[in-house]
């Protein structure tokens, strides 16, 4: 099981991650979900500014720029998460299927708490 959440705007460069779970809500959580930001998706470091901020990403074929602030919102899988779920050792052979099957499995967990 996974100890630590991975966000968006934890990846370096050139890092790849699959999309887990989108936060948010509001204008937000639609504005990003309509750029392509949705579970499943494999995203992909491309650079940042020189001051950190903003981060261009890339996505579904397209680059992007989100601010830290707004990668925060975004959690995700990436390999070294992949590989703790041992999932790394599976059947799949490339890292986007690793990736992909590791956000599958991260997003089954349902928290309940109960209150009274």
């Not at 579970?39 to 989100?66: F, H, R, T, W």
């Amino acid at each position: 099981m996974i100890d630590k959440i991975t966000y968006l705007n934890d990846l370096l460069p050139n890092d790849t991650a699959v999309i887990s779970k989108v936060l948010g809500h509001g204008a937000f959580r639609k504005r990003i979900t309509e750029m392509g930001f949705v579970k499943g998706q494999v995203v992909k470091v491309i650079k940042a500014a020189p001051l950190q901020d903003p981060v261009e990403y890339q996505i579904m074929g397209y680059n992007v720029s989100l601010r830290r602030s707004e990668a925060k919102l975004v959690e995700v899988v990436c390999e070294v998460d992949a590989e703790n779920m041992d999932i790394a050792s599976s059947i799949e052979t490339t890292l986007e299927d690793r990736l992909i099957r590791a956000a599958s499995e991260k997003g089954k967990v349902i928290n309940v708490a109960l209150v009274g």
